[in-house]
Nanobody, 116 residues
Framework: VQLQASGGGLVQPGGSLRLSCAAS????????MGWYQQAPGKQREVVAS???????NYADSVKGRFTISRDDAKKTVYLQMNSSKPEDTAVYYC???????????WGQGTLVTVSS
């Protein structure tokens, strides 16, 4: 399984950005998908996740601003980032966890910078 994240860049405070993560292989639809952020000098933390049935969960810091979604036909997970804040600045990683194994897979990360 390989994950290819894209969509990062520079966004102004209050602006929007959409991240995408495309997966290879055949287990995407059988997997929990998540987006994590890692700010400079900090540990990697989960910001949003979505189950195979579409149930979502969000970190308190992004609730009401970020939306995670998935398209199983395209094997892609998205993170819509609205009302961006400078503290959202981080490298964002997508994560895939198949429900039938303890393995997990990571994308290469995409940098999001929120600044004026």
């Amino acid at each position: 399984v390989q994950l290819q994240a894209s969509g990062g860049g520079l966004v102004q405070p209050g602006g929007s950005l959409r991240l995408s993560c495309a997966a290879s292989g055949s287990i995407f639809s059988l997997s929990l998908m998540g987006w994590y952020q890692q700010a400079p000098g900090k540990q990697r933390e989960v910001v949003a996740s979505i189950t195979t049935s579409g149930r979502t969960n969000y970190a308190d810091s992004v609730k009401g601003r970020f939306t995670i979604s998935r398209d199983d036909a395209k094997k892609t997970v998205y993170l819509q980032m609205n009302s961006s804040k400078p503290e959202d600045t981080a490298v964002y990683y997508c994560n895939l966890k198949p429900f039938f194994t303890q393995s997990e897979y990571w994308g290469q990360g995409t940098l999001v910078t929120v600044s004026s």
